[in-house]
């Protein structure tokens, strides 16, 4: 098993109340496994992701992977190992401004721990051209439309080939052309290299391609 979660719940007090975001949810994933997680806004999709991937802490549970406690680790090791081994595409594409496509891709690279060399440089450009991208490479973020952006977060969450990839509504901003491609590049490139897909989506046809659908209601599993 590459992933494991164990009643994995989450709580915020909001004045004086308590807001139940996941309760006792359990989740597994194999490698190479392609998990959609569907459900209406608030349903603790997003959470759910962010305490599996490493960057919300649960308020119970335990995450597992490759049988390592994540949340036992301390904040270094665990910062590694969500740059080293698992890649993330956000809701939005979040790049830096000041960036270039190729720098952009290439920044997961730099706070990891080996050295960015030419090598890596050749290597995010064969990410973009795999996105579509190959003549955009020196373009700013504001140099590109929104699919393009999307494609470079793709590219740059693939740059250290991670085992384990989250993507939360990876397409939500594109037309139903560009989710569609960008879907078939998405998923040729993780098959090629074994790795596994956890996705949060309200798009049932991207949902209709994963090996199982899970639906969240309420912060529970249905």
Not at 97 to 126: H, W
Not at 173 to 194: F, I, P
């Amino acid at each position: 098993m590459l992933l494991r979660g164990e009643e994995l719940s989450k709580s915020y007090v909001i004045g004086d109340q308590r807001i139940q975001a996941v309760n006792a949810v359990s989740i597994d994933l194999s490698p190479g496994e392609f998990v959609a997680v569907i459900g209406h806004s608030g349903s603790g999709k997003s959470t759910l992701l962010s305490m599996l991937g490493g960057l919300t802490r649960p308020t119970s549970g335990a995450v597992y992977f490759e049988d390592e406690s994540v949340w036992s680790q301390r904040d270094v090791p665990r910062s590694l190992l969500r740059n080293e081994r698992i890649g993330f595409v956000f809701q939005f594409s979040s790049l830096i401004p000041t960036l270039t496509a190729i720098d952009n891709v290439v920044l997961p690279r730099m706070f990891g721990r080996e050295r960015v060399s030419k090598d890596v440089y050749a290597q995010a450009e064969g990410l973009l051209e795999t996105v579509g991208l190959g003549e955009k490479i020196h373009c700013f973020p504001s140099e590109l439309s929104g699919g393009q952006q999307r494609r470079v977060a793709i590219a740059r969450s693939l740059i250290n080939r991670p085992s384990l990839l989250f993507a939360d509504e990876p397409t939500g901003d594109l037309d139903e052309q560009t989710e569609a491609e960008v879907m078939d590049l998405l998923l040729r490139t993780l098959n090629e290299d074994n790795t596994a897909l956890l996705m949060v989506t309200h798009n049932n046809a991207l949902a209709d391609r994963a090996d199982r659908v899970l639906q969240m209601k309420d912060g529970r599993l249905l």
